[in-house]
């Protein structure tokens, strides 16, 4: 599915989907968010990602919210989250979100309906989250696959102009996973608006047209995949190293990193001549060499490895 091309310059801030300025929120000790400005334009779909205790969470909680940043301000289409939300405007599919055990997939996703003044019609709804024919079946019949999308289908209903989506793809398998992505390529394809945090990082190469990278409750890495690719730097060297050893890996010039896996390995490096030269010396038998750019995930491991701190658990 193809990039499409949105601006994303800061003076459309005014008419923005969404606008965070100077954003912070401290767990004691802790900065879960520490000063996170980020302005999304309407139709753009956005990959937040970052290691465990990043902030994540915290900054979409303030995006919806369901917490009050310390210092800072968040808009959605120019109002307050909470009056967002109560306007319709925002839909949030969020992990841990539970389903009535007693109720249908239809009755649940029509309750949710009847809480909002311009509801999609829940047929609509179930058919653009896939579960038409789980329309009578209750909860406690569903795979976990098909609870995500009945959440999609919650998230939905109320026809909002932002979606919300914190892993949305948890749990189901790769055909599902590609049906809800196309699904979510239909919504935006109308103009709608997708944040979405995930692990899976092809899902951000594949589907989205920005990634925002967070580390210790910061921003530290903006743009399109090609973008965040570049901040990385560098190249990937992967090779058959027969009887290459961690130490005279380890001892190779220029590099950021690798992972040695029995007789093959894989180097990041910030000067992969140099790297490969020495490579060749230091194991005379390499072979089955290749190079290539730092993909999303090595840009994602240089941009934010090393992280320690924890965001609170709730």
């Known amino acids: 599915m193809g990039t499409r091309e949105i601006s994303r310059d800061p003076a459309v801030a005014a008419g923005a989907a969404v606008h965070l300025t100077g954003l912070r929120k401290h767990y004691g000790e802790v900065r879960a968010v520490d000063g996170v400005d980020l302005t999304i334009a309407p139709g753009e779909v956005v990959a937040l990602l970052g290691p465990n205790g990043a902030g994540k969470s915290t900054t979409v909680d303030l995006l919806l919210g369901l917490s009050t940043p310390d210092s800072g301000t968040a808009s959605v289409f120019g109002r307050t989250p909470f009056d967002a939300v109560r306007a319709g405007m925002i839909g949030a599919m969020l992990q841990g979100g539970a389903l009535l055990e007693d109720l249908t997939v ?42 995500q999308r009945v959440r ?12 919300v989506l914190d892993e949305p793809t948890a749990a189901m398998d790769v055909g599902t996973r590609r049906e809800f992505w196309k699904s979510m390529y239909e919504f935006t394809d109308s103009g709608r608006t997708v944040l979405f945090a995930t692990h899976y990082l092809e899902e951000a190469e594949e589907f ?107």
Do not use: W
Not at 106 to 132: D, K, N
Not at 152 to 163: K, R
Not at 241 to 270: F, N, Q, W
Not at 297 to 305: H, I, K, M
């Open 208 to 314: 989205a047209d920005r990634v925002v990278l967070l580390r210790a409750g910061k921003i530290v890495a903006d743009g399109s995949v090609a973008e965040v690719r570049a901040l990385a730097g560098g190249r990937t060297i992967r090779a058959g190293v027969p009887g290459a050893t961690e130490p005279v890996i380890a001892a190779l010039p220029a590099i950021t990193g690798y992972e040695l896996r029995g007789d093959r390995v894989a180097i990041s490096s910030a000067d992969s001549d140099t790297t490969l030269r020495a490579l060749m010396a230091a194991v005379p038998a390499v072979h089955d060499i290749e190079i290539g750019a730092v993909g999303l995930e090595g840009a994602f491991l240089s941009l934010t490895g090393d992280e320690t701190d924890q965001e609170p658990t709730r």
């Open 106 to 147: 239809g009755e649940t996703v029509g309750m949710v309906a009847a809480l909002h003044h311009r509801p999609m019609p829940v047929r609509e709804a179930l058919r653009r989250a896939g579960i038409e024919d789980l329309a009578n079946r209750r909860a406690t019949k569903l795979s976990g696959g098909q609870k």
């Open 152 to 163: 999609f289908a919650v998230a939905l209903v109320s026809d909002p102009d932002l979606l």
